[in-house]
C-alpha cells in the first residue's frame, strides 16, 4: 500500500495541517485577507477584512460576526474588543455619516458600540496604553511616502492629537498593526526595511526595530499558556485571492531575538 503523507492529505481536502509551534486557523477561505490579532486568556480574536472571529489556542472557531468593510487590527480596552473600520459602500457612508469608525464588541464577539472618527477617515490598526487609544491612519495610500500618522484619543475615543511619525524608510498605506511592550508602542509598516519598530512614548520616536516583519499581525501569548516565558504570536497570510486564511507563528522573545517555541500545556 502507498504511505501518503498527512498534510498531503489534508491539503487534498482543503485543510492545513498545524506544524509544532503554529496555530492556523480553522477556516480558511475568508473574502479578504487578515488584518490583525489579538489575544486574551479565552482566545485569539482575527479580523479578516469583513468578519471577526476568536478561536481557542488551537485555532478552532468558537464566535464570528461580520463587519463592514474593512477591518483593521483590533484591540482589547478594558475587556473589550475594540476594531477599527474603514467604510467603502458609497450607501453606507452617507447613511452612516462617515468613513472612520471603531466598532466595540464583548468577549464573545457581540456588537456593543461604534463611535464616528471623523479625524481619523482611514482608520487601519490601533492598540489601547494607559488610558488612551493609538490609531493609525492610512492618509497617503498606496504610494510609497515618508511619513505616517498616529491619532491619540482618550479612553472615551474623544480625539486628542495628532502625531507625524518617521521610521526612516519609505511606506505604503499607514501602520499595519500596533500593540505595546515595554511601555512602547510597537508599530509595523509595509516597508521594504525597518517594518517594524518600537515607538516612545509620548513622542512615537524610534528608539529600536523589531526582528521579524508584524504587518499581518502581532499579540502576546497571556501567561496562562506561555509557561512563564515571553511568548508572542506572528500572524502570517494563507490561501489565495478569495480564498484567504492565516496561521500563528509562537515564538518566544527574549534578547531582542525570536526562538521557536510552543504554547505551555494547562
Not at 480558511?28 to 479580523?47: E, K, N, R, T
Request: aromatic share 12%; net charge positive.
Amino acid at each position: 500500500m502507498f504511505k501518503i503523507h498527512l498534510a498531503a492529505l489534508l491539503a487534498v481536502f482543503g485543510v492545513l495541517a498545524a506544524a509544532a509551534g503554529e496555530i492556523v486557523c480553522e477556516k480558511q477561505d475568508f473574502a479578504g485577507h487578515l488584518q490583525g490579532i489579538v489575544a486574551d486568556a479565552s482566545g485569539i480574536y482575527w479580523s479578516f477584512y469583513d468578519s471577526v472571529i476568536k478561536t481557542d489556542y488551537t485555532g478552532r472557531i468558537i464566535a464570528s460576526v461580520k463587519a463592514p468593510r474593512h477591518t483593521g487590527d483590533p484591540c482589547i480596552a478594558e475587556g473589550r474588543i475594540c476594531v477599527p473600520i474603514i467604510l467603502y459602500d458609497r450607501e453606507d457612508i452617507k447613511r452612516e455619516g462617515g468613513t472612520g469608525w471603531v466598532y466595540v464588541y464583548d468577549t464573545d464577539l457581540k456588537f456593543l458600540s461604534k463611535t464616528a472618527l471623523p479625524e481619523t477617515p482611514r482608520p487601519g490598526a490601533m492598540t489601547f496604553f494607559d488610558g488612551k487609544f493609538y490609531i493609525a491612519g492610512s492618509d497617503f495610500g498606496k504610494k510609497p511616502h515618508p511619513v505616517n500618522p498616529i491619532y491619540i484619543y482618550d479612553r472615551e475615543l474623544k480625539f486628542e492629537r495628532k502625531v507625524i511619525v518617521d521610521i526612516g524608510t519609505p511606506t505604503q498605506y499607514g501602520a499595519q498593526t500596533l500593540n505595546v511592550a515595554d511601555g512602547k508602542i510597537l508599530a509595523a509598516f509595509y516597508a521594504k526595511a525597518r517594518g517594524s519598530v518600537l515607538l516612545s512614548v509620548p513622542d512615537l520616536k524610534v528608539e529600536k526595530e523589531f526582528p521579524a516583519s508584524l504587518s499581518v499581525g502581532f499579540a502576546f501569548v497571556p501567561p496562562e499558556f506561555s509557561g512563564g516565558r515571553r511568548l508572542v504570536l506572528i500572524a502570517r497570510k494563507t490561501g489565495k485571492r478569495g480564498a484567504h486564511g492565516a496561521k500563528l507563528l509562537i515564538r518566544e522573545w527574549r534578547d531582542d531575538k525570536l526562538f521557536n517555541a510552543e504554547l505551555a500545556k494547562r
